[in-house]
């Protein structure tokens, strides 16, 4: 026992001489006063003027100054910026003319369609007298039905001489519009204008497309159109312009049977396809790349009262808006320029009335398949005129229940023609039916016209016919009228919407404002974001975890660890 005492002893002497740790209590962290954060951000910020804000040598007066400063340059830039939204907001779409010009492979060549100037031969009826025959007997109530439709017809069987001449009044120029009827419908109006029609050979002569004799007949397609009967040339076919489903069946408006799946107006002809397509293309310009054509009118059957009209349309031929009159015995030229009008991809995602436009996914039409500022107008004019006459035009599309107007509603149809001008003219309905808002027709996004140049010259083409020795026969007692129709140049610039204002456009201006008035830069706004988001956030978490060590265990002054000796290790085991 008295060993066991002997080792403890000196074991506790020599815990005397070892060094012990000291310990140091760590104050917490005050916190921090309030308003720091702010004269943090002051004294640090990149925008200029906000470190005069703050500064122990400066007065009120100075600090007062540039806080005026900033807030009248801020005012100024929000101002701009402002205007610059506004401006993005009310025009986002820009029209310039396109970088680089289009050659005229990638359109298709116009269609044409010609109206033959002789409605009716004039052994069948002469609308002439018939017409002044009509006009005399207004008053004379003795004249009986039978005498009368005895002086107005010739060579015409029963009484359909009447039916004949109020169809002729309706195609016909000149026709004036002080003579009335009863006859509000006309059902029969189209079987009797193609039963008057002039047959088709008696009026095309000869054809040369592209510089080779090719038959009229496999050019031209029957049309009707508001001018009667009419042939149309590189036209789209029923199938793929109108919605065969909405239409009546009991004749035709067009004739065209041609498939045209390999070109669209939006995306052009499919690459790879060549020149032998639908619609027809043209690969150079000139007089011997176009189209010539050769027309007959019989002396014996011109009629004055009637005319000859051309139109090269890309949408439904509408002769009465647009037409070119061919005059008899006259060598015609028609040099033709494009001019077309594309939209920019990134314009999809603005809505109709910013860009100005409809993509032809976006306006539906009851009554065709593509849509187009004439097809709308078309089918807008339509719906008018069913809704106030009761009826329509015999050229207007119409479903199988829908009648067709007659002389008596001349006068309604031409009331509903003038109001949709005028609010065109206006550029929007007045009216607050829907049936008038509903039209709206927008020009589509790629637009395609044909813009003509007019030359013509006397043409002494019986000397031709004696010196060639051909048509003596066709041409016997007739009038010839050549009409030659082609591209003017190979290439042209189109038009093109784009945008004037873009996302990365209008940040773009914005910091061109913010910087020429506060300094700012991208870094400063995330500077703005860091001082007030997450650097208060950083300095709450330091806070609190300063509190909760308010301890701290210091090495020893040798700067070993405080690690227990072997001699130490050996009399604590011991004791």
């Known amino acids: 026992m008295a060993h066991v005492a002997h080792i403890k002893l000196y074991a506790d002497r020599a815990a005397k001489f070892e060094s012990k740790p000291k310990v140091l209590e760590v104050p917490s962290a005050k916190p921090e006063k309030r308003g720091n954060i702010f004269e943090d951000y002051f004294a640090n910020s990149t925008i200029h003027g906000f470190r005069y804000f703050v500064g122990a040598n400066r007065t009120y007066l ?12 801020i005012y100024f830039c929000g101002q701009t910026i402002q205007e610059v939204f506004e401006k993005w907001r009310r025009s986002p779409v820009v029209v310039t003319f396109d970088e680089k010009p289009t050659p005229i492979t990638d359109i298709p060549f116009p269609a044409i369609t010609v109206c033959p100037v ?26 009986s039905e039978d005498e009368y439709v005895t002086k107005i017809a010739q060579r015409v069987r029963g009484l359909t001489a009447l039916d004949r001449v109020h ?12 003579y009335k009827t009863a ?3 006309d059902d029969n109006l189209v079987e009797l204008l193609q039963e008057m029609a002039l047959p088709f050979r008696e009026s095309f002569i000869m054809c040369v497309w592209k510089n080779k004799l090719v038959n009229c007949s496999d050019l031209f397609m029957q049309t009707l159109t508001e001018s009667g009967i009419c042939y149309t040339f590189n036209g789209l076919s029923a199938d793929d312009l109108l919605r065969r489903t909405e239409f009546h069946r009991e004749f035709e408006h ?3 049977r041609r498939s045209s799946e390999n070109w669209t107006m939006e995306d052009g002809y499919k690459p790879g396809i060549g020149s032998r397509t639908y ?6 310009p000139g007089a011997q790349s176009g189209l010539l054509i050769f027309l007959r009118t019989g002396e014996q059957d011109m009629d004055f009262l009637c005319g000859v009209q051309l139109h090269s349309p890309n949408q439904v031929p509408q002769i009465s808006t647009q037409n070119i009159r061919a005059p008899m015995n006259i060598a015609f030229q028609v040099r033709v320029q494009p001019f077309m009008i594309t939209t920019a991809g990134n314009l999809r995602a603005y809505d109709a009335e910013k860009r100005g436009c409809f993509y032809t996914h976006e306006r539906y039409l009851r009554f065709f398949n593509i849509y187009t500022k004439r097809n ?21 599309p119409r479903p199988a229940n829908v009648r067709i107007c007659g002389l008596g509603k001349q006068a309604c149809m031409e009331r509903v023609d003038t109001y949709v001008q005028e609010q065109e003219m206006e550029s929007k309905l007045t009216s607050g039916s829907e049936l008038s808002l509903s039209c709206n027709c927008l020009p589509s996004c790629t637009f395609l016209q044909y813009n003509a140049e007019i030359s013509q010259a006397q043409f002494d083409w019986r000397r031709l016919t004696d010196a060639v020795g051909i048509y003596q026969d066709q041409l016997t007692n007739a009038s010839l009228t050549t009409l030659n129709i082609y591209f003017r140049e190979a290439q042209f610039i189109g038009i093109r919407r784009s945008q004037m204002f873009g996302i990365n456009d209008f940040i773009a201006n914005c910091g061109g404002l913010l910087g020429l008035f506060m300094g700012v830069s991208l870094l400063s706004l995330l500077e703005l ?5 997450m650097k208060p956030l950083v300095n709450c978490f330091l806070r609190h975890r300063n509190q909760k060590r308010k301890i701290a265990i210091v090495k020893s002054q040798t700067g070993q660890p405080d690690q227990p000796n072997s001699l130490y290790t050996f009399l604590r085991d011991a004791a």
């Open 529 to 533: 974001v860091y001082y007030f988001t």
């Open 254 to 256: 067009m004739g065209e």
């Open 62 to 73: 100075e600090r007062a100054w540039w806080v005026f400063a900033c807030i009248l340059s």
């Open 376 to 396: 709308c107008e078309v089918e807008c004019l339509t719906n008018l005129t069913l809704a106030l006459c009761g009826c329509v035009h015999f050229s207007m």
């Open 118 to 143: 002789t409605k009716v031969k004039s052994a069948e009826i002469n609308f002439t007298i018939a017409y002044q025959t009509l006009i005399r007997r207004r008053g004379k109530s003795n004249i």
């Open 183 to 185: 006859e509000a419908y």
């Open 279 to 284: 619609p027809r293309r043209v690969m150079s």
């Open 167 to 178: 169809a002729l009044i309706q195609i016909c120029d000149f026709s004036f519009a002080n």
